[in-house]
């Protein structure tokens, strides 16, 4: 199968599955293609309860991938085994059941709070060994509360001090 990274459960009994189906993930579907565009297209292998393509709020454009949900385990299959690797507008479809919440995906980092910018230094990396606090995450290594950034207690954009 063409494509990298987490390929997905192999079968519908894998994957995320939702009160309308099984939920399977399109990807590179183009930039102007739509939900209609895109039922069509699963709609060839069954019922399709749905469809999801994932728009940029700005400026209202796709971003090239999308959802579709199929209530029916084979015909899902069906679908994923014969679209994955298939042109589509022009593009090379890669087509996967969604992996249930909680597995495949990306590695966590930084732990259950994430990353974020918490080096020591001064600026947007200050943090818990910065003198004054500063940065996004600052405050904690800050005396007596006077962090900056998003935790501190002073009036700036990001403060939830009363203004």
């Excluded at 309308?20 to 399709?48: C, K, M, P, R, W």
């Excluded at 992996?99 to 230094?121: A, L, V």
């Excluded at 943090?127 to 007596?144: D, H, L, S, V, Y």
């Amino acid at each position: 199968k063409p494509g990298g990274g987490d390929a997905g459960p192999a079968s519908a009994a894998a994957a995320e599955k939702n009160e309308l189906g099984f939920i399977i993930f399109a990807y590179n579907i183009g930039y102007q293609t739509d939900e209609g565009q895109l039922h069509s297209l699963f709609a060839t292998y069954g019922s399709v309860a749905k469809v999801n393509v994932i728009q940029d709020f700005a400026t209202g454009q796709g971003k090239g991938f999308g959802f579709v949900t199929m209530p029916v385990a084979a015909d899902a299959e069906n679908a994923v085994n014969t679209l994955n690797g298939t042109d589509f507008n022009g593009n090379t479809l890669q087509v996967r059941f969604k992996s249930p919440k909680g597995q495949g995906g990306p590695p966590s980092r930084g732990g259950p709070r994430g990353g974020g910018f918490r080096g020591r230094g001064i600026g947007f990396r200050g943090g818990r060994g910065a003198p004054r606090g500063g940065g996004f995450r600052g405050g904690r290594g800050a005396p007596r509360g006077n962090g900056g950034g998003m935790r501190g207690r002073g009036r700036g954009a990001y403060s939830s001090a009363p203004s």
